[in-house]
């Protein structure tokens, strides 16, 4: 069952992280200051595409809101950190990530069968 305090906690915790001010979020969100401050304070029970759309502007995957916590260094939480990182990005941004990743992969294939 969702712990709604603590889903409230996380998201004021990540909102103050990037300074965004409570009636920013609120807006683009498209809810009221007052109802955001209900649900960081754990006192509403917002629906799920609210919650969505919040995550998604903090840059924070719905599994950690939930309180679903991966292990360090395990395939899930790698690939989650990652695409939460990826969210943050420009398309710009994302290329050249791209490109590093594609040279990387290239080289390091290239290694193992240098020293196989």
């Known amino acids: 069952m969702m ?4 889903l409230g ?8 992280k ?19 401050s209900k649900i960081e304070h754990g006192l509403a029970r917002p629906e ?3 919650v969505f759309k919040i995550a998604q502007m903090l840059g924070v995957s719905l599994d950690y809101l939930a309180g679903i916590e ?3 260094n395990t395939p ?5 950190s990652i695409n ?6 420009s ?15 290239k080289n390091v294939k290239e290694k193992k069968k240098v020293s196989d």
Not at 3 to 6: G, Q, S
Not at 76 to 80: G, H, I, P, S, V
Not at 91 to 105: D, G, H, P, R, T
């Open 48 to 50: 799920f595409e609210k």
């Open 18 to 36: 990037l300074k965004y001010k409570q009636d920013v979020v609120a807006n683009k969100v498209g809810v009221g200051q007052r109802y955001l």
């Open 76 to 80: 899930d939480y790698l690939t989650n």
């Open 70 to 72: 991966y292990k360090e």
């Open 91 to 105: 398309q710009e941004e994302k290329a050249i990530l791209l490109e590093a990743v594609e040279y990387y992969i």
């Open 84 to 89: 939460i990182r990826l969210q943050l990005l």
């Open 3 to 6: 712990n709604y305090e603590d």
């Open 9 to 16: 906690h996380k998201l004021k915790v990540e909102r103050t």
